[in-house]
């Protein structure tokens, strides 16, 4: 059982930066698929960006291309979500998740930590 604790969220103003945080429980951390996804009031949760098990790989969403990046430091246990240049659309619940295969599905991650809010204000 991986357990995954999120942090790092708050209240930033549009194009202000946030760097988000994960910390798992499990050993073998550097077995796993890491990704970040979040869900808004009233939406679906959605992919925002995965990580492979050491690094080489990575993929965005279209909306957070070029302004998030994912990192991970398997040492620390730890996945990070740097973010810039934020905008109001940004504003969710980010949820760091776990699993076997680098995709954009949520089906997929099997472990998910309990989510951290982000609020943008314009």
């Known amino acids: 059982q991986v357990q995954l604790v999120e942090s790092g969220g708050g209240l930033v103003q549009a194009g202000g930066s946030l760097r988000l945080s994960c910390t798992a429980s499990?050993?073998?951390?550097?077995?796993?698929?890491l990704a970040w996804f979040r869900q808004a009031p009233g939406k679906d949760r959605e992919f925002v960006a995965s990580?492979?098990?050491?690094?080489?790989?990575?993929y965005y969403a279209d909306s957070v291309k070029g302004r998030f990046t994912i990192s991970r430091d398997n040492a620390k246990n730890t996945v990070y979500l740097q973010m810039n240049s934020l905008k109001p659309e940004d504003t969710a619940v980010y949820y760091c998740?776990?699993?076997?295969?680098?995709?954009?599905?949520?089906?997929?991650?099997?472990?998910w930590g309990q989510g951290t809010q982000v609020t943008v204000s314009s």
């Open positions: 998740a776990a699993g076997l295969g680098i995709n954009r599905n949520v089906d997929s991650y099997a472990y």
């Open positions: 499990e050993r073998t951390f550097s077995s796993y698929v």
């Open positions: 990580i492979s098990r050491f690094g080489l790989t990575t």
